[in-house]
Nanobody, 124 residues
Framework: QVQLVESGGGLVQAGDSLGLSCAAS????????MGWFRQAPGKEREFVSA????????YYADSVKGRFTISRDNAKNLVYLQMNSLKPEDTAVYYC?????????????????WGQGTQVTVSS
C-alpha cells in the first residue's frame, strides 16, 4: 500500500511558475507508475501527466504539454510536477496518484492510491 501527500500549491499570477511535490510512503514506490490529476470547481477530475516506474516514459495532457514537467526521485520516494507559464485555467486542486502497473494511463479509475490534493490558484 502507498500513502501519498502532496505539497507546494499556492496562489500565483498568470505566467508564473510553481512546483508541486508528492511524497510517497512504502518501500515499493519504484514499482508504481505515478500520475497527476486536477479538479476545478464544478468539473470532473482530469488527467494532467503521468510517469513510468523508472521515469523513462512520461505523458502529458495537451492542455499542459510544453509547460508542465513531471519527474520522480525513487531514492527519495518523491514525484514532482513543475508548472511553468501558468494560466488562470490551471486553477484547480492537484492530486497525486499511484498505480502498481507500469503502464501510463490517463483514466483516473486505473489509479489505486490518491493523495489529499493541494490547491493551485492562478490569478489573471
Amino acid at each position: 500500500q502507498v500513502q501519498l501527500v502532496e505539497s507546494g500549491g499556492g496562489l500565483v499570477q498568470a505566467g508564473d511558475s510553481l512546483g508541486l511535490s508528492c511524497a510517497a510512503s512504502g518501500r515499493t514506490f519504484s514499482s508504481y507508475a505515478m500520475g497527476w490529476f486536477r479538479q476545478a470547481p464544478g468539473k470532473e477530475r482530469e488527467f494532467v501527466s503521468a510517469i513510468s516506474w523508472s521515469g523513462g516514459s512520461t505523458y502529458y495532457a495537451d492542455s499542459v504539454k510544453g509547460r508542465f514537467t513531471i519527474s520522480r526521485d525513487n531514492a527519495k520516494n518523491l514525484v514532482y510536477l513543475q508548472m511553468n507559464s501558468l494560466k488562470p485555467e490551471d486553477t484547480a486542486v492537484y492530486y497525486c496518484a499511484a498505480r502498481p502497473i507500469n503502464t501510463i494511463v490517463v483514466v483516473k479509475e486505473s489509479y489505486d492510491y490518491w493523495g489529499q490534493g493541494t490547491q493551485v490558484t492562478v490569478s489573471s
